[in-house]
């Protein structure tokens, strides 16, 4: 009879980690064969026994769950962690940068439609800028002449719309466009007058308007610097108008005199400080002319103060233009200063009348302007005798 200590087996042990269920016995054959065949029983049990021992399983069931853990715990930990946290909400200083590149994108793409409808609009009017002046080129109508005073011709050709520099031509294509928005402006304030609304809110018509006459100042000093012959010519007014032209505008002590029955009644106090603007005025203009009258005759002087032979002395001819063209750069100053004191006159009018009296004023200039150039229309378009 084979007992443990005979068998060089050791006595079982409790299993903590059966390998089969606890309710379910080992069968009879599986015991018997083990007990009758020692080598057999010897060899399938140290693989059992490996598998049976609970020193093992203790050992390396810690071990393995913990590595399965981690391992498990490493791939699953940022998706876990996101899950627990949920959507991430963008801070304040993200949001304020997306609000700010939508707005930016948003005003871009409304200047980008703006300065196509700009160009549209541009390239409608320069066509009918050439329309009109083949008409006018058909009804025998001229530009300058031989003897226009500075701007002249060589040899008495008449000065076209090709002789003219592309900075004088952009200048009339935006006059064109600012008479037009001058117009509308106009409008808006006239409206305004006549439904009597407050000054607080005709305020900002009147400002508006003195800001749209800012702008043609500031568009005629920037052609003044590179083509000023363009502005002292009148080239970009009407024919009447041009009757009236002082060093490249109106005389501002005139506008004056016209506007002075169009906004009474006024204060003794009124009076008195329109009095001193048109005197102060006039004087100003009067040392302009005289400073434009003694540029002339010195020019002229520097011109002829050789023989004018023909060919001339190339070295003594070279010498009188480049003295010419010297003195002859100080014309731009005169017509800046000319639009300066046009750009004062009309401001300190403002300041001198109410608001309803400068609105008033504003659109009697612009009534006096426009019948100018309707008079030029009428006088272009008059049947001609054979």
Request: aromatic share 4%; hydrophobic share 35%.
């Amino acid at each position: 009879m084979y007992t443990a200590e005979n068998s060089g087996i050791r006595p079982p042990t409790l299993n903590i980690f059966p390998s089969q269920p606890m309710h379910v016995e080992p069968s009879a054959k599986a015991s018997a064969s083990v007990v009758g065949s020692p080598e057999i029983s010897k060899r399938s049990s140290e693989p059992v026994m490996d598998l049976s021992n609970p020193r093992n399983d203790v050992a390396s069931g810690p071990e393995q769950s913990k590595k399965t853990i981690k391992r498990e715990g490493t791939r699953k930990g940022p998706n876990s962690s996101s899950e627990q946290e949920g959507p991430k909400t963008p801070d304040p200083k993200t949001l304020r940068r997306l609000a700010q590149n939508r707005e930016a994108a948003r005003k871009s793409r409304l200047r980008k439609k703006a300065y196509v409808q700009q160009l549209e609009s541009s390239r409608i009017k320069l066509t009918q800028l050439e329309q009109e002046l083949q008409r006018a080129r058909a009804q025998g109508l001229v530009f300058g002449g031989g003897g226009a005073g500075l701007l002249g011709s060589d040899q008495g050709i008449p000065v076209g719309i090709n002789n003219i520099t592309s900075d004088a031509a952009v200048f009339d294509m935006e006059y064109a466009r600012w008479l037009d928005e001058h117009h509308r402006i106009l409008c808006e304030l006239r409206a305004a007058v006549q439904e009597h609304l407050p000054e607080n809110e005709l305020r900002l018509f009147v400002d508006n308007c003195l800001a749209h006459f800012d702008e043609v100042m500031n568009l005629k000093s920037m052609v003044a610097k590179t083509d000023v012959f363009h502005i002292v010519s009148g080239m970009w007014k009407t024919p009447a108008e041009r009757c009236f032209m002082w060093m490249g505008g109106f005389r501002p002590s005139e506008l004056i005199k016209i506007i002075l029955n169009q906004i009474e009644p006024l204060t003794e106090q009124q009076i008195l400080g329109i009095c001193g603007l048109q005197q102060s005025t006039h004087e100003a203009e009067e040392a302009l002319s005289q400073g434009l009258e003694a540029l002339n005759q010195s020019l002229s002087d520097t011109i002829a103060s050789d023989s004018l032979s023909c060919p001339p002395n190339m070295a003594n001819y070279m010498s009188q233009m480049a003295i010419a063209m010297n003195k002859l750069s100080t014309l731009e100053g005169f017509v800046r200063q000319a639009d300066n004191l046009r750009q004062q006159t009309i401001h300190r009018l403002r300041q001198i009348l109410t608001i309803r009296q400068a609105a008033r004023c504003l659109l009697a200039i612009a009534e006096y302007f426009h019948r100018l150039r309707a008079l030029s229309s009428l006088w272009l378009s008059r049947p001609r005798q054979e």
